[in-house]
């Protein structure tokens, strides 16, 4: 069955390190999204991708990086740079507008 | 810019209809969605509507479109248990070719038993 996974769907970063994100998916979409999801204010969007080897900023990018090498992948990157990390992050991709298909998150947290 | 607004809670009891709305700002968005989130998930789309749409029924769930307010609804008929979760509505937004989605903060559904 197509899909979109995120691993891990836990985890665990100690201060000052980077950590990156997976998202995979094998539904021949073209683009891919990141979101960030904090409680009380929705989703949040840190980096958008519409093609291979490209992708935009979003509305929260800082402290946060990107690639899209493959149509297929679209990992995400926390640097140390990004002051408060802990959150729920959301991948998603789409192929028109019919609709995004999300992944299953993954909890970061700062210990 | 965009700007997508919802209530943050609602509480219906089971049987009931619940409605959900949300008011978006971007006039030019050409479809308007509505996911579903439950805890510790991700994001289920359920509908969603064209924007030359006034209204969609699919199953229990009827969505109405209102250009001139821009103003968006979820009526969910008979809600049940399992209808508990925070839903979101969003709409689409394009930048200079660039398509993306602009979501509200979520509205959290509590069935009252």
């Known amino acids: 069955d197509g899909g979109i996974t995120q691993s891990p769907k836990y985890l665990f970063r100690k201060e000052g390190q980077n950590v990156t994100l997976s998202c995979e998916q094998n539904?021949?979409?073209?683009?891919m999204y990141w979101y960030r999801q904090d409680p009380g204010q929705g989703l949040r969007l840190i980096y958008y991708s519409q093609i291979v080897n490209d992708f935009q900023k979003g509305d929260i990018a800082e402290g946060y990086s990107v690639s899209r090498e493959k149509k297929e992948s679209f990992p995400l990157t926390v640097t140390s740079a990004q002051k408060n990390p802990t959150a729920f992050y959301l991948c998603?991709?789409?192929?028109?507008?019919?609709?995004?298909?999300f992944g299953s998150g993954t909890r970061l947290t700062v210990v | 810019g965009e700007d997508v607004e919802q209530s943050l809670f609602l509480s219906v009891r089971e049987g009931d209809s619940s409605v959900i709305n949300c008011t978006y700002t971007d006039s030019s968005s050409t479809y308007l969605y509505w996911y579903k989130q439950e805890p510790g998930a991700g994001l289920q789309l359920l509908t969603y509507i064209f924007s030359n749409m006034d209204m969609k029924q699919d199953q229990r769930l009827t969505v109405l479109l209102n250009k001139k307010d821009k103003h968006l609804s979820l009526r969910i008929a008979d809600t049940q248990t399992g209808d508990s979760a925070i839903y979101f509505c969003?709409?689409?937004?394009?930048?200079?070719?660039?398509?993306?989605?602009?979501f509200g903060t979520g509205t959290r559904l509590t069935i009252i038993p």
């Open positions: 998603a991709s789409s192929k028109s507008a019919s609709g995004y298909t």
């Open positions: 969003a709409e689409t937004f394009t930048n200079f070719g660039n398509e993306k989605l602009t």
């Open positions: 539904l021949n979409h073209d683009a």
